[in-house]
């Protein structure tokens, strides 16, 4: 069973700084997705990274894909208030999307 | 062109109930599939069809819960019986008839049992 797991789970982190939020998943696959949702709403797509070593950037954020690891990153860069939401990574699971726990990132001042 | 729409956004009914949950798929999309989202945690897969048929099922509940995706109309996520355990967020998603397409999702239909 493909089984998906992100860390942190919750995250704060002051304006301006750099962290990374990691996926990891169970069973080969070579497709993942990163989706954003806010409080009370649907999720946006954000990111679909199709093969090793694939890296995509949007703004301030920046994700990458090692099939081998089975690992995907997220990265943020100076991050921003408007950058807090919940970031969700989703591996393709045949015909279905198997989502991570999720990440709450707050951004204070 | 208009996204994936669901209706209703809220719904809210009494525990033995039904629960009736509609899906639009953007247009041009033939492949419909429903999540639920339990409070705090993530999306887990429940449905998969294509028009008049259901491809994958394996994350539905066995009983009291069915989905549908006619020929006309959009796809409805029944839900019979309903109990507090079914109040969730529903999504719903669609993909283009290629195989393996990114999945976009409607706003989602909040369920809340009394």
């Known amino acids: 069973e493909l089984k998906v797991e992100q860390n942190p789970l919750f995250l704060s982190m002051q304006e301006g700084k750099n962290y990374t939020i990691y996926c990891n998943y169970s069973t080969t696959s070579d497709r993942l997705y990163w989706y954003r949702q806010d409080p009370g709403k649907s999720l946006e797509s954000l990111f679909v990274l199709l093969s090793n070593g694939a890296v995509k950037q949007e703004g301030r954020l920046m994700a990458s894909l090692d099939t081998k690891a089975r690992l995907s990153t997220l990265h943020i860069t100076a991050a921003v208030h408007d950058l807090s939401a919940t970031y969700f990574c989703?591996?393709?699971?045949?015909?279905?999307?198997?989502f991570g726990t999720g990440t709450r990132l707050q951004v204070f001042p | 062109n208009a996204g994936v729409m669901q209706n209703p956004r809220h719904l809210v009914r009494r525990r033995g109930q039904e629960a009736r949950l509609r899906c639009s798929p953007m247009?041009?999309?033939?492949?419909v599939y429903w999540y639920r989202q339990l409070p705090e945690e993530g999306l887990k897969f429940m449905v998969y069809?294509?028009?008049?048929?259901?491809?994958?099922e394996s994350g539905m509940p066995k009983e009291r819960f069915s989905a549908e995706f006619p020929k006309e109309g959009p796809s409805i996520l029944r839900i019979q019986q309903v109990v507090r355990g079914d109040s969730a967020a529903y999504f719903c998603?669609?993909?283009?008839?290629?195989?393996?397409?990114?999945?976009?999702f409607g706003p989602g239909t909040r369920l809340l049992v009394l």
């Open positions: 069809l294509q028009k008049e048929n259901i491809i994958d």
């Open positions: 998603a669609s993909s283009p008839p290629a195989p393996r397409e990114t999945q976009y």
């Open positions: 989703a591996v393709d699971g045949t015909d279905k999307l198997i």
């Open positions: 247009k041009g999309h033939s492949h």
